[in-house]
């Protein structure tokens, strides 16, 4: 008979390429009164699981995932936690999307036609996703997200490889530095992903080292999470393209969820895109997301917008991981 230290299911699934690995059975209690509270017990005492489930052989460099958990406020029907490979998320669009997808498609929530709503608590705050369900399947995931604003303007950084770089430090859900890939001769095509990824990587850490990242509202979230990349259409029907290098040298392959609602805000807020106008997002692999700015807000002293963002996914698989009790990689091993 088989005997098991650890049995874990989960259901895999993409969002424009990007994927999702939900964990559905095997968590352990988390204790905290709130997400927040919630991710920091977990970064404590419970690390070995995210490394189970994102490093190799069972993951690899550009996994991630997420954690459903009971929600900790009224009008949300789930909290979320999201793992990567260096640690943990405070929100991700392409994560909310997929869960949206699942949550209705297998049955997990209430499911009501055209619409099925789902409130997540987050890291980063309250998120209500609308997810089309036709009574038979669950289409696109449609969902708010907290403000989004630009933290600082023209930020200058000197790297090793691409000289002087300027960008906008930009709040979408997490802190992104966002900049133009032509700046240091680059496009966004996967060909060229390796010198993207040490754009990414050298500008990100160019600006940790210089300024001192502070949410307004939150010092939870004061973190720089990754660097997005922007360039001209690598596809007809996108406005424009881009890549999100982040946590350690991780590539979204989709055009990033908070990223795109980031990027949107910065636009709005620089006079670049209308109040309710639509803007089509790509990824480095060409699938994109739908965004659009529906108000204007005060994130402390920040001016700032509140965006929503539409994009598809797909359940990719069904898994249960075991771990033996000989097996000498109980936490995997994280590879690049």
Known sequence: MLNFLRTIQTIDAHTGGEPLRILVSGMPPVPGNNILEKRAWLKEN???????????????????GAYLLPPTTPEADF?????????????????II???????????????SP????????????????????????????FRNVPSFIFMRDLEVETPTFGRITGDIVFGGAFYYYINGAQAGLEIKPELVRSLIQLGAETKAAVKAEVGIQHPQEPGLNELYGTIIDGAPNRAGVDQSNVCIFADREVDRS?????TSGRAAQLF???????????????????SFTVRVIDSVKV?????????VTGAAHISGFNQWVLEESDPFPTGFFFR
């Open 98 to 112: 997929a869960l949206g997808k699942v949550l209705v498609e297998m049955g997990y929530v209430e499911r009501k």
């Open 79 to 95: 909290g979320v936690i999201f793992i990567h490979n260096e640690g943990y998320s405070d929100m991700c669009g392409h994560g």
């Open 269 to 287: 807020l620089r006079g670049r895109l209308p109040l309710n106008q639509s803007y089509v997002n790509g990824s480095i692999v060409g699938s």
């Open 115 to 142: 619409v099925t709503r789902i409130g997540f608590d987050a890291p980063a705050g309250f998120i209500e996703a609308h997810v089309e369900w036709d009574g038979q399947r669950a289409g696109n995931v449609t």
């Open 255 to 259: 055009p990033t969820g908070t990223g």
């Open 300 to 308: 402390g002293e920040f001016d700032g917008a509140i965006t929503e």
């Open 46 to 64: 419970r690390d070995d699981l995210r490394k189970f489930l994102m490093n190799e052989p069972r993951g690899h460099a550009d996994m991630y």
